[in-house]
Structures are given as structure tokens and as C-alpha cells.
């Protein structure tokens, strides 16, 4: 059970100020979820926080690889 | 035991307006680059990436880029550790000594990265305690950390805001990260203008400078504006501006690509000439920056990379001492003018101990010609030898309570308030002690304009 960055990502931080779990890492610029780490947020909040404050549509998927906010979801969303 | 500074003149009477507005004697605006006139020529600032995240979506910004509208750097630009930011800003200080404000203005959100921003301050205010503080916000993560902001000594906060009116509201932000979910569209909005004026409240309740960015965007938020304008004069906001929608298709924001224009020159003038019937207007505004550096409209970022300072040996306390030095020799008021601080229970001659002043007059000079501007009310912080050095809140307040002069002249001035003094960039002086007043503020203001040529002379 883990979320996973794509490279939709824009590295804008946000994630990694709202995990409850420590379970984002920014290695050489890029923005990754440790899956050993990440309980998508069960126990700790409802939602799962990262793709509650991501940005950028399809940046996050879930553990079947579906992306969380799926495109049009974050409607007049302007990075693409 | 406390001291009672006469408090500062409301600061809802304050600002460098466009729209002719009454004249503004708060310190804390004086010499600031980004609110007054005069100070935007003479004191520097710098504005430290350190915030990247950010809890809003606002559709004038698309978070890849650089913000088209405050000029931010976007996620692409280079983001600073708290200590990164503290050794630029020795660095900067080095270079730059007029450098008076460190702001932290994004690429996201101050509050949106709260241990980082404070973490940042501390380390900064540490290095240079004479450096004032500023932050700037959407507003949705202020209120809960308003005894915070008052603690970290930080004097302005920047909150933008563009509506009152959740339905309009909607149209410009299409979500918003609060209480640990993702809100959209009238929610929202909702959630943002009742936290933004929370936050107001606040800050302004607390003495904080308040200044209000609007984002004019034509056919949304026109009527806004002034109703902005005239609820933040009635929670004694300073100062309003007024900033154009800059849109274009590049950008790739929702607005640059839905086609939606900014204002022209015109529509600009005259909704700031509207707004400005309530609250003073910020008229020289360069829409600069987060990692801007220098004075305004000067941006020497480029000079400070993170390439540039590795590897870069700086002397901290060197540095600490030149730039309180300066700060104190560049108060100089709208021309070469000094405010100077005088213990003195006579009026006619230097005749207290700073401890014991029970008032201060302030004097303001060029060298030439003397004048009274004042009289300082403080609560004698020592009372007798129990209370020396005694580090409570008295004597920091007192010193805050002048942090407008350049000098104070007293008897004597003890080792702990002279430490103090020098720290917060005002010059101790007792060689004068029971002199007459007038002679002695002539003395040490053509001293101060000597030594400001000279320091502006070496980094010439
Ligand atoms: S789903 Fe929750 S635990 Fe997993 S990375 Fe995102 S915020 Fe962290
Ligand atoms: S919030 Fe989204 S875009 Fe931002 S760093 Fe995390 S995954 Fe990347």
C-alpha cells in the first residue's frame, strides 16, 4: 500500500511539508514516496495529504498506478 | 517592571501613496524600501526563496514557471536551506550594507512552510539584528501563528487578497489546502476570504504593519478593490497595492490561457485613485522578485547564487559590526537628516544616565541646524543596582522604542544597553555628558555624515 511520484512531478515541495510519515524524499532534485513508509495516510487523516495538496495532475498515483488526480480534476489547474 | 514607550502614531496614517496621503512617521515605514519613496532609494533588501510549498492555486500563477504576477521565482529557480539563506544574507550584507530588509515572499507560501520560515528568520536575525523582517502570505495559514510573527520581531506582513466575495472568488482560486483536505471551488473560496481577514485581525490586532496586495483582474474582481480597501482601512491596515493582472498565453496560467486580460495604465491609475479614497496607496510598487536582491528595481540575485557563496569565507562579526554602522549612518530621514535621542530631565543639557531617563527628546538634524521633534516617555528600567543587567523585557523595548534615531546621548550608558544600542543600529555616545543640547546633536550629526560618506565611499 503505497502513492507513488510520477515525472509529472514539478518539484514544488508540497508534499513533502504535509506527509504525517516523513515518507517523501527530495534525492538530487527529484521528489520520490518511499513505499516502505507510506500508509496512504490510513490512520493519520482521511484523505492521503500529498495528492490532497499536489498541484499537478497526475503527479501522484495510487498503488494500482492510477493517477489520483486524474486530469480536469484540479479543474482550472494551470500547470501541465 | 516595564517601559512605557509613547506607542508610534496609528499606522493606518501611514504609506507613501500616489494618491496624496497624509505623511507617514511610523519607523517601521520610513525606512523601508518597499513602503516609502524616500527609503526605496537609500536602504536595499532581499527577499530569500526558502518557502517553496504553497497550500493555494491561484489561477495567475502556474507553479512550474516563475509567478508572472509577484514576479516570484517558480519552482525551477533555486530554493534555500534556512542556513543558506542566513550565510546570503552575510553575504549580501557584505557586499550591499545598506541591505535593511530580508523578506520571505515564496516561490510558495511563507506560512506554508512554517518551520522553514522560521528557522530561516531566526538564523538571520541572529547573524544581523538590525535587519527588519518581513514576510508575505496568502493569508489561509496566518492567524494560528500570529503570536509567532510578534515574537520573531517581524514588523510588516504582505497578505494578497482579491476579493471579499467567495462566488468571485471562486473564479480565481480553484482550490485550497486547509485542515488537512483539498477544498474546491466555493468552499474554497469560502475558506480563503474568512481565514484572510482572520488573519488581518490578527496581525493588525497584535501592531503588526499590514500591507494588502490586490490582484486587479478586469471584469472579475473591479468592485472589489475599493470594498478591499475600505474594510482593511477599518482594521488599520497601512497600505494597499494595487498590482495589474499580468497575463499572457505563455505563462501558461488558467487566466494567460483562458484569455483573460490585465488592466491597462489607465484602468490601473484609476482603480488605485478609487481605492485610495480609503487607504493609502503603494505607488512605486516593482512587483519584485522572491529572491530579489539589492535595492528596488536593481535585482543583483545573480551575484548571491548558491554557486557563487560556496566556497565563500566571510567574517560574520566583521560584518555584523559594518552593517550596524551603517544601517545607524543611513537614517537619515528624507535628506541628510538625523533623528538623535537625548536623556536629558532639563531640556537644555545631557544630564541623565540612560537607565534612568525617565523621557527621551528626539532631535532631528543635518549637521547645520537643530530641531525638537519629540519627547519618548519610558518607564525608568533600572531602579537601582538589583535591576543592572537584568535582561527582562524593559530595556529591549526601550530600544526598540528608538530604533528610529541614529544616536542617543546620555551621561552614561551601561554595558549591557550599549550592547544593546549598537546591536539595533543606534550609536551609544557619552562623550558630550552635561554638555548643552544643541551643540552636542550639531557634533554628532556632522560625525554620522562623515562617517555614512565614508562607508558608502569604501564599497564605491
Ligand atoms: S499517502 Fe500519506 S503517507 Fe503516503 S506519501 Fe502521501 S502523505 Fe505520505
Ligand atoms: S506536491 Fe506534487 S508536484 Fe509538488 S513535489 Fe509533490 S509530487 Fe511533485
Redesign the pocket.
Known amino acids: 500500500m503505497?502513492?507513488a511520484i510520477t515525472d509529472r512531478c514539478i518539484s514544488c515541495w508540497a508534499?513533502l511539508t504535509?506527509?504525517?510519515?516523513q515518507?517523501?524524499a527530495h534525492v538530487e532534485g527529484l521528489f520520490m514516496?518511499d513505499p516502505q513508509?507510506?500508509?496512504?495516510?490510513a490512520g493519520?487523516?482521511p484523505d492521503?495529504?500529498?495528492?490532497s495538496i499536489c498541484p499537478v495532475e497526475g503527479a501522484?498515483e495510487n498503488e494500482w498506478g492510477e493517477p489520483v488526480n486524474p486530469p480536469g480534476s484540479l479543474s482550472s489547474m494551470s500547470a501541465r | 517592571m516595564t517601559a512605557q514607550i509613547l506607542s508610534f502614531p496609528a499606522p493606518s496614517s501611514c504609506g507613501s501613496g500616489s494618491t496624496g496621503s497624509q505623511e507617514c512617521h511610523d519607523p517601521r515605514v520610513a525606512d523601508h524600501p518597499c513602503y516609502s519613496k524616500d527609503a526605496h532609494h537609500k536602504f536595499a533588501r532581499i527577499h530569500l526563496p526558502v518557502a517553496p510549498a504553497c497550500n493555494i492555486q491561484c489561477n495567475y500563477c502556474n507553479r512550474k514557471y516563475d509567478c508572472s504576477n509577484e514576479s516570484r521565482p517558480g519552482v525551477v529557480s533555486e530554493v534555500l536551506s534556512p542556513e543558506e539563506a542566513a550565510y546570503k544574507v552575510l553575504a549580501v550584507a557584505d557586499a550591499i550594507p545598506q541591505l535593511s530588509v530580508v523578506g520571505i515572499a515564496g516561490p510558495g507560501d511563507a506560512f506554508a512552510n512554517w518551520p522553514r520560515t522560521v528557522a530561516t528568520l531566526k538564523a538571520v536575525k541572529k547573524a544581523l539584528p538590525v535587519l527588519r523582517l518581513c514576510l508575505s502570505s496568502n493569508g489561509l495559514n496566518v492567524a494560528a501563528h500570529a503570536d509567532e510573527v510578534v515574537e520573531l520581531g517581524i514588523e510588516h506582513v504582505t497578505l494578497t487578497i482579491n476579493t471579499l466575495d467567495p462566488e468571485i472568488g471562486a473564479r480565481i482560486y480553484p482550490w485550497v489546502f486547509w485542515e488537512h483536505k483539498r477544498w474546491k471551488g466555493l468552499e474554497a473560496a469560502q475558506i480563503l476570504v474568512r481565514e484572510q481577514w482572520r488573519a488581518v485581525e490578527a496581525l493588525t490586532s497584535r501592531g503588526m504593519l499590514v500591507k494588502i496586495n490586490s490582484v486587479y483582474i478586469p471584469g472579475v474582481n473591479d468592485d472589489e478593490l475599493p470594498k478591499i480597501s475600505r474594510k482593511a482601512a477599518e482594521f488599520g491596515v497601512a497600505i494597499h497595492n494595487v498590482m495589474p493582472l499580468i497575463s499572457d498565453a505563455s505563462h501558461g496560467t488558467h487566466f494567460g490561457l483562458a484569455g483573460q486580460r490585465g488592466p491597462d495604465e489607465a484602468e490601473l491609475e484609476a482603480m488605485r485613485e478609487r481605492c485610495g479614497e480609503h487607504l493609502p496607496q503603494m505607488g512605486h510598487c516593482h512587483q519584485c522578485r522572491a529572491d530579489a536582491v539589492g535595492m528596488l528595481g536593481e535585482d543583483r540575485g545573480a551575484e548571491f547564487g548558491r554557486e557563487a557563496l560556496a566556497g565563500k569565507a566571510l567574517d560574520a562579526q566583521a560584518i555584523a559590526a559594518r552593517h550596524a554602522a551603517v544601517q545607524a549612518a543611513l537614517k537619515s530621514g528624507s535628506g541628510a537628516k538625523w533623528k538623535i535621542a537625548v536623556a536629558t530631565g532639563d531640556g537644555l543639557r545631557i544630564d541623565q544616565h540612560f537607565g534612568h531617563a525617565e523621557a527621551f527628546r528626539i532631535y532631528e538634524s543635518d549637521g547645520q541646524s537643530v530641531k525638537l521633534v519629540a519627547l519618548r516617555r519610558t518607564a525608568v528600567y533600572c531602579q537601582g543596582p538589583s535591576d543592572c543587567g537584568d535582561d527582562d523585557n524593559a530595556l529591549p523595548k526601550l530600544v526598540q522604542g528608538l530604533s528610529d534615531c541614529a544616536a542617543v546621548l546620555a551621561v552614561r550608558i551601561g554595558y549591557e544597553p550599549w550592547q544593546k544600542l549598537e546591536r539595533a543600529g543606534i550609536q551609544p555616545v557619552v562623550e558630550h555628558a552635561f554638555a548643552a543640547i544643541e551643540p552636542a546633536v550639531l557634533a554628532v550629526a556632522q560625525k554620522l555624515h562623515a562617517q555614512m560618506a565614508a562607508l558608502l565611499e569604501n564599497r564605491a
Open positions: 503505497a502513492y508534499c504535509v506527509c504525517p510519515n515518507a517523501i514516496i513508509h507510506c500508509t496512504e495516510c493519520d487523516f492521503p495529504q500529498c495528492s501522484i
